[in-house]
């Protein structure tokens, strides 16, 4: 939603002395999804659309509290379904990369080529951290 916009609407429910009062559970819920979609500072949603911070707590606090309660209609969960294809990767040459000792990185296509490999090598990676070690 615009902050224009949810500035006006909040502005309707300011008194004659400039104080909110009787928001409406609509309008917590729009103020609500407009904080969650903010990626800036704090300081800017409050600035954007023109409340204190101590009141924006306020609204906030009541537009959780009646979203817990389920006064919002909450989105449906939606599975999304992943198809397989036969190519693993086309045009990347790997999917697993793995930097070992002296700077060797090693590529692995598959994860059960990677586990195999650490099988393999066992005990013989001498590093403190070698992921070998963890294997068993």
């Known amino acids: 939603m615009d ?3 949810l500035k006006k609407k909040i502005s309707t429910f300011r008194s ?3 104080k909110l009062r009787k ?21 800017g949603f409050y600035a954007a659309v023109g409340v204190d911070f101590r009141k ?4 906030l ?12 209609p909450v989105e449906e969960f939606k599975e999304i379904k992943v198809s397989e294809s036969s190519v693993l990767f086309s045009g990347s040459p790997c999917g697993i990369e793995i930097a070992w000792d002296n700077g060797k990185l090693i590529r692995f296509a598959q994860v059960d ?3 195999d490999f650490l099988r393999a090598v066992g005990g013989s990676c001498t590093a ?8 068993a």
Do not use: N, Y
């Open 3 to 5: 902050l224009t916009v």
């Open 23 to 43: 928001v409406s559970d609509e309008l917590l819920m729009e103020i609500l999804q407009g904080w969650e979609t903010w990626s800036g500072p704090a300081s």
């Open 56 to 59: 924006m707590a306020s609204l």
């Open 113 to 115: 080529q990677l586990v």
């Open 128 to 135: 403190p951290a070698c992921p070998a070690k963890k294997v």
């Open 16 to 18: 004659e002395g400039g």
């Open 61 to 72: 606090g009541k537009a959780k509290k009646l979203k817990r309660e389920g006064h919002f």
